[in-house]
């Protein structure tokens, strides 16, 4: 069984048991959480597609933690100009067990 939910603007495909990292969330470590944007559900070839949403749809999880991304440079440079930044950036993911589909 799995699912296809809208999490902050991404479309994630989840299953129970299964860790996602998601745009950082409100909600401290341990917490509940729940998904009402279910878009499809899978239940073993029964196919629920939304229009938009699928009704009474529902995905619940767990916040095991807030981390960090990988750091990405961001380099600018203008050739022959004497210009030139470096910056660097971490997005912040939130860490989500999904407990149940339903």
């Known amino acids: 069984m799995y699912a296809i939910v809208d999490i ?5 495909k989840v299953a129970k048991d ?3 990292y ?3 969330i409100e909600g401290e470590a341990g917490a509940a959480v729940t998904f ?13 597609v939304g229009s938009p949403l699928v009704k009474g749809a529902k995905v619940s ?6 981390v960090k991304g990988d750091k990405l440079i961001v ?11 470096k910056n660097g950036h ?4 939130t860490k989500v067990q999904i407990e149940s589909i339903g």
């Open 8 to 12: 902050a603007g991404q479309q994630l």
């Open 36 to 48: 009402d944007k279910v878009l499809l559900v899978d239940n073993e070839g029964t196919v629920q």
């Open 90 to 93: 971490r997005q912040q993911y």
């Open 61 to 66: 999880g767990k916040i095991l933690e807030h």
């Open 22 to 24: 998601t745009p950082k």
């Open 18 to 20: 299964q860790y996602v």
């Open 75 to 85: 380099f600018k440079k203008k050739r022959r100009k004497g210009y030139a930044v």
